[in-house]
């Protein structure tokens, strides 16, 4: 394949090339990195309108090249490519702490996606297509849950919130014991659990500071908003909806929507307020600061009782004290 651009931009990132899959059109440019009189270059390497052969992969082997480039523009476009054969990756022998950032960063994307385009049934199905990857790639691969774990971010966003929701109650619904069907019917509910934000005004859900009490029922009505767009797209298991609907309610009562309490919470509603409330507590927003887990579970334990049920949140205590495992 002929080496036919140079650029001295350092704007590039590097993919594992065990993602690239052979005979497949990419649709973004791959690069080699080059060192020539103390500088480097990225060489273009494949265009995104052809596909790499294996005689390509066997050239870049023979000349001791491991690794190929990207531009950081076409990481989305990246994710994208390898969303398609994930369930393919995550049985491949990529190193794990490798793998299970590659699984968090297609979450990311596809939930960009999501808060972009709420009415899309095919986003829905991404949704349920990554966390299938994810129950398999941490029930089978060793080590998968301590990195998943160490790949939620502490930055606030409204996906990547729906992320780290999501991978904190798959990780924790394995160490409790759920099945595999459990499992990817509360993974899709968490996923999707804030999707009815988007049919709230932006500078309400965006706002910096304390909501006014007008202000704070109108964000309230993002759960049930959220159950009507997803019931109105189809495509999910009734138990889904209980992690999107309960994720507000309080074991002792008085939340919302519908201020149940105790057992009328359905399990996957305990676990979902309970990595709801995590997740808001340890990450960093613009008016607070990025609490640290031991205080975060401090005042989820001592200041917010009567939010959870104890026996889950002792659990949840128990589990991040193992480191995932």
Known sequence: MQNTDHTTTNDFVPIVMNTIRLDMVTGYDLFVKNLAGGQVRYVLYC?????????????????????????????????????????????????????????????????????????????????????????????????????????????????????????????????????????????????????????????????????????????????????VLLKQLGGLDDASFYAILQHHERDEGGGYPRGIKGNDIHEFGKIAKIVDVYDALTTKRSYSDARQPFNALTIMKNEMKGNFSWPYLKHFIMFLGSGGG
Do not use: C
């Not at 702490?97 to 095919?122: C, E, H, L, W």
């Open 47 to 227: 265009s995104g309108e052809h596909a790499i052969r294996q005689s390509h992969l066997e050239e870049l082997q023979s000349n001791g090249i491991q690794n190929l480039y990207i531009r950081n523009e076409d990481q989305a476009k990246y994710f994208k490519y390898i969303e398609s054969s994930l369930s393919s990756i995550v049985k491949d022998r990529i190193d794990v702490k490798v793998k299970s950032q590659m699984v968090y960063n297609v979450a990311k994307n596809i939930m960009t996606d999501v808060f972009d385009n709420p009415r899309s049934g095919a986003n829905v199905e991404r949704s349920r297509g990554w966390v299938s990857s994810i129950v398999e790639h941490i029930m089978t691969n060793e080590g998968a849950s301590a990195n998943m774990l160490s790949m939620v971010s502490y930055d606030y966003y409204t996906y990547t919130h729906s992320v780290n929701v999501s991978v904190l109650g798959l990780l924790f619904s394995r160490y409790i014991g759920l099945d595999d069907d459990k499992m990817n019917d509360l993974g899709l509910g968490l996923m999707l659990h804030d999707i009815g934000k988007t049919q709230i005004a932006p500078e309400l859900v965006n706002k910096n500071g304390k909501l006014t009490n007008d202000e704070f029922v109108q964000i309230k009505k993002h759960v049930e908003a959220g159950f």
